[in-house]
């Protein structure tokens, strides 16, 4: 008998001799896979019922993860009985090696150094180091072997792998089923709504009722994610020329999103001039019949604005059926041949999405509009080979870093990845504006600078790897952030700056000027998010937890919350210089609001007996009024009791530190006077404690108990 002979009892037939249904000689390789130069492969019978205790079984994922063979490696599984060699029934047989089918699940990367150290599991399997001589074609090993060329070596945690201290890290997490829920990064606003950020709020403000505060902000923001309606239906009527025309008017005079220039004003009017009053042809282009009715449903919003005496309900009814115009036509945007107007139709239902009180899907929007550029190439730069006219080539780049701005904006208020990488950009920034473009190049390029520096700071500091880095490491690259963002300020332009001085005499057009808080709030909420893990203590902790003893991070700590509540007090205090409207878009009347509140309501808990916490107080009486005036702008429709609810608690926090502890004169004091001990790090109840990052981002499952999510969502 060959050597083979053994091994062709698995199966009469090779696999492509099977395919092709001819006859196979049984050989390994067999006549018909050498002459055509296939691989040949025999399977094992699936016939076979025969059982052996000594056959092993598919291995567990647990046991996959922890396997102790390369990936490049195939695991002979080959033993010795009574002298002649045995294959195991569920193996597969490749050249002279006999591959079992857990050898081709990925194994992890070895060559990584783990960071948490070897556990007991992993110490008691062996780690295969491959040889530089090639593998030898027929070796035995049994169970407990290891092959003679491979030196048996502790297993090393891979990065691809859960750290040991994170293996129930799924334990805080929620049930998706029954819940419109979605991911909120660490450092987003929703963290504090968090099981780690409820129990630490109610250790501070010692109160056992702010888990029912954090469970209406947090549904209060949910009903707002979702439709509770399908709204790719038939499509309503469009407005006659006339009302399309003001419609039009009021997008391009006085919508926020206009200075970036998507919709080329002068291209567009003569589509609507085409379009009413063509010899009897109607445009069927469904890029066109989008952009149409996005811009009928943003400026039916924006005319509104202007126009104080307008039913506010009836605007937000006509403007969401014009929005689902443009939404009937979504599949016929992604999946047919379009242009460059369809990328500028949906960045326009984007803007639509963002504005006060409308359906919160312009994640997903955003998210469309970003392949469908990367797809038409918008990310990189033209080639001149192609011939394209100069203000075509300038159309495509401000289009693309109009979306830039907004999927970067985007994923740091959520914290969720970005859809662009830097690092495939060659898309110039433009020095000049096509002719009759309602486009503020100060402005844009203002926001395309200040939206790169955010894109670095989410890649270096947002991501789960960077938070296996050491505190000092952290420290320094928030304060290299830090130095870029104030950079940036100090070169805006004299028309552009941020200080409070130039808010309060702002002058030109209504968008203009709306822009220009939005980029000072904008400003401020980096300043935030980049010093969020520090200023947040449940995120904090685990950062720290190895330097508990450390008294030189205190300092940092407390520097890096100090900046926190300046740029928290610089969002609310320009509050009193821009009143919201209809036409607002959510990122400036909502979330940088929220968002200082919350900051500057932690800091209040954290030191509540410095000398700026009664100022501090103030500041959030300012932030509960604003979201009163947007309860009364919407109808109710946006209403949120969160506001109302901390300044009582940081009210009492206040009045308790007042009666138990002499406060400090200033901040400095209090940072480095031996009597603010009730206040330092090394008392903080979360320093023990092991938090994984998936439960900073989870929110509480008791808050949904008896929650419908479908009875919640927006009504339409």
Known sequence: MSQYGELATLSKACSHCRKKKVKCDGSMPCGNCQDRNKQCIYLPRSRRKRKDQNIRSLPSPESRANSATSTRQFRFVEERENGRHREDSSSIIVGNAIMSPVDMFPKPDARRPSTTGPSPETTTVPEPVPSTTSSPTNVVLSHNEAAPEYIPQPHVQSVLTPRMSDVDREEATIDLKNINW???GPGSWLSICSEPGIRWVSVKAKSSGFGDVARDLTADWTKHLSFSQCPIQKAGPEPDFDEAWQYATAYFEHCHDSVFGVVYRPQFENHLRRHYHGSGTQDDDAALYAMRNAVYAVGCRAGAAMNAAEDVMEVRRKSLQYFFNALSVYTNLIFMPTGLSAVQALIVMTSYAELLGSPAVEYMLCATAARLAQSKGLHRQPSKAWNLPDDEVLHRNWTFWALYCSD??????????????????????????????????????????????????????????????SADTLFREVEM???????????????????????LHLTGPHRIKANIIRLHRAYHGSVIALHANFHYPWISSGILKADVNNDSLRDPVMRNSTRVAEAARQILASLKYWVPDIGSPQPVAFYY?????????????????LATATSDLSFLDIGSGHFGHIHQLTSAQVSFRFPREAVALADKAIKRASAHVQAPTTETTQANSPADTSNAIAEDPFLGMDISPEAWSALSADFFDGFSAAGDMIML
């Open 182 to 184: 979605q991911h909120h």
């Open 408 to 469: 970067k904006y985007l994923a740091m208020r959520c914290g969720r990845p970005s859809i662009f990488d830097d690092t495939d950009i060659s898309c110039e920034i433009p020095t000049s504006v096509p002719v009759g473009s309602t486009l503020d190049i100060s402005i844009c390029t203002a926001y395309i600078r200040h939206a790169q520096v955010c894109s670095q700071m989410m890649k270096q500091l947002f991501s789960p790897q960077s938070l296996d880095q």
């Open 481 to 503: 952030f830090d130095n870029k963002l104030t950079e940036w300020r100090l070169r805006l332009p004299d028309h552009l700056r941020l200080d409070a001085d130039a808010l």
């Open 593 to 609: 609001p929220m968002l200082a509140i919350i900051n500057l309501f932690i800091y209040i808990l954290k030191y509540p007996s």
